[in-house]
């Protein structure tokens, strides 16, 4: 599995049909027991299917943003792979321009660094 490129099978081993075998049960306990950036460091160590750490990864970052706003939501994304780029740049745009509207230029400028790079107009 290539975690650089946002995790899944190569294209070797989907040819190959090598998915990783996992514990299902194993998986659905360990999703209950630990903090969701522990449960999905985990899974990539065992094996878990990618499909099935990015909707888990999906239901957390949704929760974070009904919870805990955009910014929340975006940085659990960014930081733990989760999402296509154009999910994790949609939150990351609402997040920014929350900051803008609330004159906050310091969080504006954090998010805008992670998700547009240090050199961008924004």
């Known amino acids: 599995m290539s975690i650089e490129r946002g995790g899944g099978p190569t294209e070797n081993e989907r040819e ?20 969701p950036v522990f449960v999905i460091d985990e899974a990539r160590k065992t094996g878990v299917p990618e499909d099935a750490i990015q ?7 949704a929760a974070k943003e ?3 706003g955009p910014d929340a939501a975006f940085h659990f994304m960014y930081y733990m792979k989760i999402g296509e780029p154009d999910e994790r740049l949609a939150l990351a745009q609402k997040a920014y321009k929350g900051y803008m509207e609330a004159d906050d230029f310091g969080y504006a400028m954090a998010i805008a660094q992670d998700a547009f790079g240090k050199e961008s107009e924004e």
Do not use: P
Request: no cysteine.
């Open 16 to 35: 190959l049909g090598k998915e990783a075998e996992y514990d299902r049960e194993a998986w659905e306990r360990l999703k209950t027991e630990k903090k």
């Open 55 to 61: 909707q888990f990864g999906r239901e957390v970052a």
């Open 66 to 68: 009904r919870r805990d």
